[in-house]
């Protein structure tokens, strides 16, 4: 009696894409730090109380012209400090980083998938090494926006406390805020960039080992959107521009942990 030997299914790294939150929400700290260090050192005594540098306060709270233009001046001077916070050099480590990890991750996992083949995964190619440039890329970009924004937000905050006459409370409660926006964002740069760079990467080897269809799996959770509900367990095939979700491999829609397992014909 013959029995066939079921292939390996493909997995998706819920443990990179959390290492990769973590290493996001890390920076995002970093950023509060600076902001709550420079504003406490150069621009505190402004606002204990409240202060009403636009407005009719007492003589003894009401800062002098001069004292305005500090507080303006430290105020972009602030947002200059926290877009420095994390240089370029550190950004684009953090992105090779996550990404060599998506690649090994991929290469091992499409290995046990062939093994039975008698066939390695490709470890470098043309193909591999644009997809690797351009998901480093990606991330970069990403991080980089999310600290120009956060630092943008943090001195929208300060701004917004100067017309309105806010003092440090208010201030703190507002940066708190943002930076808890801006953790939520960690996460779902995470999810999606996780989930898109393994689509890239498996897809690749995949195609290279004789896969010309798959098979679309869900992570079959409350998470599941209804359309990758339908999808789930249906045959696709690679490169088809109506296929999948819109033309999107499992793990390329915002917010996707779906996964494809690839049809061979040594299975």
């Known amino acids: 009696m013959t029995t066939h030997r079921r292939m390996p299914h493909t997995r998706y790294p819920r443990n990179l894409e959390d290492a990769y939150r973590r290493r996001i929400v890390r920076l995002v700290y970093q950023w509060r730090k600076v902001a709550m260090e420079y504003f406490n050192v150069y621009m505190g005594d402004y606002f204990k109380g409240g202060t009403q540098i636009v407005g009719d306060a007492p003589k003894k709270n009401n ?126 740069v995470a999810n999606d960039q996780t989930g898109s760079a ?11 080992a004789g896969a010309k269809d798959y098979v679309w799996q869900s992570m079959e959770d409350n998470r599941v959107r209804p359309k990758h509900q339908e999808l789930d367990g249906t045959r696709q095939t690679y490169d088809d521009p109506t296929g999948g979700d819109d033309g999107q491999m499992p793990g390329e829609p915002i917010n996707c942990r779906c996964v494809a397992d690839p049809i061979f014909s040594f299975y």
């Open 63 to 188: 800062p002098t012209e001069t004292e305005q233009q500090n507080v303006l001046h430290n105020l972009d001077a602030m947002g200059y400090t926290i877009k420095q916070a994390t240089s370029d050099a550190t950004i684009r480590k953090i992105a090779e980083q996550f990404v060599r990890t998506i690649d090994m991750f991929s290469y091992n996992n499409v290995a046990m998938q062939i093994r039975i083949a008698g066939i390695n995964p490709i470890r470098d190619s043309p193909e591999l090494t644009k997809i690797f440039n351009a998901r480093v890329a990606e991330n970069v970009q990403l991080i980089k926006y999310m600290k120009d924004r956060y630092a943008d937000s943090i001195t929208g905050v300060i701004s917004r406390a100067i017309s309105n006459g806010d003092g440090t409370g208010v201030i703190t409660k507002e940066i708190v805020k943002q930076t808890g926006m801006s953790v939520r964002h960690a996460a779902l």
């Open 198 to 208: 393994l689509a890239k990467f498996n897809e690749s080897r995949h195609k290279a």
